[in-house]
């Protein structure tokens, strides 16, 4: 039965990709598939992405511990914390909790394996599509959908995330790229995010400039996690 259930839940989420905001699907084809050359994901399956997705605290003030990026039309900061753990080879449960201003929710949801890309280097980089749901039992309640992307390589039988100090293919490590829906309503904010890390060469997709202006400030991600 329970098989059963987490199948019905799979063919729920696989047949959505329709739904997914504009912004996330344009993100793929023109900043990923178009530049790009594609792999079978088929061959990606044995591996655990589980720590790639996850951030976790390492130290206080880190600032691989936080996802950070902007939401709504104002670009408002907004945080996350998130751990992802594989249920099925294309599936990750994922749970944790975002912050908005001083707006703090617990999150629920699934991340799904999409499409496999390999670079002219040593970095591969799988897209995925995301829903985070909020508990729901406040007005104004609601989920991020849209379209991620990892890069990472490939260790023995191990996939560790690509990490280069020159700043290459940085524009795909751990990007989300969406929206949030408000529940039983048609509004909808821009949400994009990646992890919080200074630098000369960290890149926010579609949002550079504003990234590396606002977050080279030295501000705290991660006391709501605590």
């Known amino acids: ?28 084809k023109e900043h990923v598939a178009s530049r790009l050359s594609s792999k079978d994901l088929k061959d990606y399956l ?19 511990s936080s996802y950070t990026g902007f939401f709504g039309p104002k670009n408002r900061r907004i945080d996350f914390h998130l751990l992802a753990t594989k249920i099925s080879p294309e599936v990750y449960s994922v749970t944790g909790k975002s912050k908005l201003g001083e707006n703090i929710r617990e999150l629920s949801g699934k991340i799904v394996l999409l499409n496999a890309y390999i670079t002219n280097w040593k970095a591969h980089v799988i897209t995925f599509k995301y829903e985070l749901n909020e508990p729901g039992d406040k007005d104004g309640d609601g989920k991020f959908v849209g379209i991620g992307s990892i890069a990472f390589q490939l260790n023995e039988n191990n996939a560790e995330i690509f990490w280069s100090a020159a700043g290459d293919y940085r524009e795909y490590n751990n990007v989300f790229v969406g929206e949030w829906q408000r529940f039983n309503s048609s509004v909808t904010r821009e949400c994009i995010f990646t992890f919080y890390v200074s630098g000369t060469h960290n890149k926010l997709v579609l949002k550079s400039e504003l990234f590396i202006n606002h977050f080279l400030k030295k501000v705290n991600a991660n006391a709501f996690m605590n």
């Open 46 to 64: 044995k591996y655990d992405f589980s720590n790639i997705l996850s951030n976790q605290n390492r130290f206080e003030g880190d600032g691989w």
């Open 1 to 28: 039965m329970r098989i059963l259930i987490l199948y019905l839940l799979l063919y729920a989420f696989s047949t959505s990709y329709g739904q997914l905001p504009e912004v996330s699907k344009n993100w793929e």
